[in-house]
C-alpha cells in the first residue's frame, strides 16, 4: 500500500510546489512594492532547486565500501572508507549514508559513526569514513548503504538503497600459551612434538649392542661385563600426546573467555607440534577430527569466530550422549565456565576409562571462587579429575599453576 501511495505523494508535492510559486508570484503582482518582489524572488530559487531535485535520480550515485582486510581478531580496531562517485555535478544540498551492517556491529562501540551528513555541493566525488573501535568475535556482513538527500525546503526527499555486500570475519583474541602436558604418559597419541621421539632414561626396559651415539652414561656395566662387549640401556620410547578439547557452549556471562582460551589451548597445542581436535553443541553439533598443521589451526580458529552460546543441554550430558569422541586413545582436556557435581561426577568416570582428564574452569578477570566452587574442587582432586582456574586476561598462567581449593 506504501509503494503505491509514494507516486501520488510525489505528485502532490509537486502541484504544491507550484501554487507556492504562484501564491508568491500573484502575491508580488497585486501587492506591488519592493517587499513583495523580494519575496518572490527570494523564494524563487528554492522552488527551482525542488522542481530541479525532484528530476534527479540517486541511481546514478556509485557507493563502495573499503576495507582494509577481511581477517581481524577479537578487540581489534576497523576503520571503513566510503566512497560517493556521479558523472555530473548537480548541486546536492545534503546526503545522508548509513552503512547497514549486522546489529552486532552496529551496536559496537564507534570512534566514528557508520551514519554521517556530507555536503557534497558539485563534487563528483567524495567520501568520509568511520571507525569500529572494538571488532566482536564472529562473521559480519556488511550489506547495503541507505542514501537520503532533500531541498531546502524540505518539500522533495529522495531515497535509495544501494546494494554493497561486504564480509569480514573476527577471530577470537588468542594469548601465547606455552602449553606442555601436566604429567608424563606414554603410548597416548600417534604423534610427537617437535622432538619426534624422546627416551625416557628413568625407564630402562633392556640391552643392546653399542652404537655410535650413545651417551656414556647409558652404558650398562654389568651386562656388557657378562657379554665381554659394549652394551648400553634400552629406554623407552615416548611420543607426546594427542589433545581431544571439548568446549561448554552453554550460554555463560563468560563464554567470550571461554572460546578465548580455547582458541589459545588449540593454538599453543598445535604450535607445539602436536595434534589436536575439538568438539561443539551449540545449536548445532560441530566435530572436527585430531589432526595437525596451520590448515587445522585455520579450520577450528574460523569455527570459534563463529560459534555461540545456544546449546541447550548441560555439559555432562554432552559428554554423556557424546561417547564415540572417548573411544580414541588420546588426552581430553574441558574447557567451561560452570563447575558442577554431575560435571565432576562424569568427567570421573571417564577418566577412570580413559586416563586423567583436565577441566578449564574459565573465571572473569579478579574473579574469586565461590565456597561451593572450592568444595567441588576438593571432590574433584579426590577423584582424579584435575580442574585448572584460568581467570580472563591470565591464560598464560594455566600450565604453571593447578587450583587448589
Same mark, same amino acid.
Given at each position: ?14 502541484? $504544491?510546489? $507550484? ?20 519575496? /518572490? ?13 525532484? /528530476? ?5 550515485? &556509485? ?16 576503520? +571503513?572508507? *566510503?566512497? +560517493? ?26 570512534? &566514528? %559513526?557508520? &551514519? ?36 531546502? $525546503?524540505?518539500?522533495?526527499?529522495? #531515497? %535509495?538503497?544501494? #546494494? ?5 570475519? +573476527? ?11 601436566? #604429567? ?13 621421539? @624422546? ?43 594427542? *589433545? ?8 555463560? &556471562? ?17 604450535? %607445539? ?10 545449536? #548445532? ?9 596451520? @590448515? ?15 546449546? *541447550?543441554?548441560?555439559?555432562? %550430558?554432552? $559428554? ?9 586413545? *588420546?588426552?581430553?582436556?574441558? +574447557? ?70
Amino acid at each position: 500500500m506504501k509503494k503505491l501511495w509514494i507516486p501520488f505523494k510525489k505528485a502532490w508535492k509537486f502541484v $504544491l510546489l $507550484l501554487f507556492l510559486i504562484l501564491l508568491t508570484f500573484s502575491y508580488a503582482m497585486f501587492q506591488g512594492g519592493f517587499v513583495s518582489w523580494f519575496l /518572490f524572488y527570494s523564494f524563487l530559487p528554492f522552488a527551482i532547486y525542488g522542481v530541479a531535485l525532484s /528530476f534527479y535520480s540517486l541511481y546514478e550515485l &556509485k557507493v563502495t565500501r573499503e576495507l582494509p582486510k577481511s581477517d581481524y581478531n577479537a578487540g581489534e580496531a576497523l576503520k +571503513v572508507t *566510503v566512497t +560517493v562517485k556521479r558523472p555530473r555535478a548537480f548541486p546536492l544540498f545534503y546526503l545522508l549514508i548509513e552503512d547497514q551492517m549486522g546489529d552486532v556491529l552496529k551496536y559496537a562501540p564507534q570512534q &566514528k %559513526k557508520a &551514519k554521517t551528513l556530507i555536503l557534497p555541493g558539485l563534487k563528483k566525488e567524495f567520501s568520509y569514513e568511520y571507525i569500529i573501535d572494538e571488532l566482536p568475535r564472529g562473521e559480519h556482513l556488511f550489506n547495503s548503504f541507505i542514501l537520503k538527500t532533500g531541498d531546502p $525546503l524540505g518539500l522533495f526527499e529522495k #531515497e %535509495k538503497t544501494v #546494494e554493497a555486500a561486504g564480509k569480514i570475519i +573476527v577471530y577470537p583474541a588468542y594469548s601465547e600459551l606455552l602449553y606442555r602436558p601436566f #604429567e608424563n604418559q606414554f603410548d597416548q597419541g600417534l604423534t610427537a612434538s617437535r622432538e619426534r621421539v @624422546q627416551r625416557d632414561t628413568t625407564m630402562a626396559i633392556g640391552v643392546r649392542d653399542y652404537q655410535p651415539g650413545d651417551r656414556f652414561s647409558w652404558i650398562n656395566w654389568k651386562a656388557s661385563a657378562k657379554r665381554n662387549e659394549i652394551m648400553t640401556k634400552e629406554f623407552e620410547q615416548r611420543q607426546s600426546h594427542d *589433545v581431544f578439547v571439548v568446549m561448554d557452549c552453554v550460554p555463560d &556471562k563468560r563464554f567470550e573467555p571461554v572460546v578465548s582460551f580455547t582458541a589459545s589451548l588449540v593454538r599453543a597445542i598445535l604450535k %607445539k607440534g602436536a595434534q589436536t581436535g575439538l568438539l561443539t553443541i551449540s545449536n #548445532e553439533r560441530a566435530s572436527f577430527p585430531i589432526r595437525g598443521g596451520e @590448515q587445522q589451526l585455520r579450520q577450528l580458529f574460523y569455527h570459534l569466530a563463529k560459534i555461540e552460546a545456544k546449546s *541447550v543441554r548441560p555439559f555432562e %550430558k554432552v $559428554l554423556d550422549t557424546e561417547a564415540q569422541f572417548m573411544l580414541q586413545t *588420546v588426552s581430553f582436556m574441558l +574447557v567451561t565456565a560452570q563447575l558442577t557435581r554431575p560435571l565432576i561426577e562424569k568427567a570421573s568416570f571417564l577418566g577412570k576409562r580413559k586416563g586423567a582428564i583436565t577441566l578449564f574452569l574459565i573465571k572473569g578477570t579478579k574473579e574469586s571462587p565461590s565456597e561451593n566452587e572450592r568444595s567441588l574442587v576438593a571432590i574433584a582432586n579426590a577423584r582424579g579429575v584435575r580442574v585448572v582456574m584460568v581467570h580472563e586476561g591470565e591464560f598464560q598462567a594455566a600450565f604453571s599453576e593447578v587450583f587448589r581449593s
